[in-house]
């Protein structure tokens, strides 16, 4: 539905230089849509998910949804929630418990990642692990970041 609003220009993601069409969503558990600086095309959008929920029978819940932008001023932030009547959100967001941010992330944004990886690490430094048990227990703690879920 999405690749084919993006296909006839009443919707486009972000990338369409390096993408045809661009990136529109990223879906798994939560999903995440992009879209460009337009107020029509968001408007296209708002409609697109409408049809979405008439046709599925689901029902989105906007005001439990985030609007994040970037390199936008507030009046037209404030002018896109009110199309997808959501509140603006900040950055850095988790994403299936990974944090996001259209920056290099901070240490306190990554610090909870990195605690969890030390707290299963530390368990090895036990003298009755054998070697291939440490080997597991460190490949299980390293593989933490990749499988971080809320």
Not at 1 to 27: E, R, Y
Not at 91 to 117: A, M, S, T
Request: hydrophobic share 40%.
């Amino acid at each position: 539905m999405l690749k084919k609003a993006a296909s006839q220009n009443l919707i486009s993601g972000l990338l369409p230089h390096v993408i045809p069409g661009g990136v529109v969503s990223l879906q798994y558990a939560d999903t995440i849509l992009f879209l460009e600086k337009s107020v029509h095309k968001a408007r296209n959008f708002k409609w697109l998910l409408s049809c979405f929920e008439n046709l599925s029978g689901m029902k989105i819940n906007f005001h439990k949804s985030d609007l994040m932008t970037i390199n936008m001023d507030d009046p037209s932030a404030k002018e896109f929630a009110q199309i997808f009547c959501c509140k603006n959100g900040s950055f850095p967001i988790k994403y299936l418990g990974v944090p996001l941010h259209y920056d290099n992330l901070k240490r306190e944004d990554i610090q909870p990642i990195i605690d969890r990886i030390v707290k299963g690490i530390s368990g090895w430094l036990g003298r009755y692990l054998t070697y291939k048990g440490k080997i597991i227990l460190l490949c299980a703690c390293i593989s933490i970041p990749a499988y971080l879920c809320p």
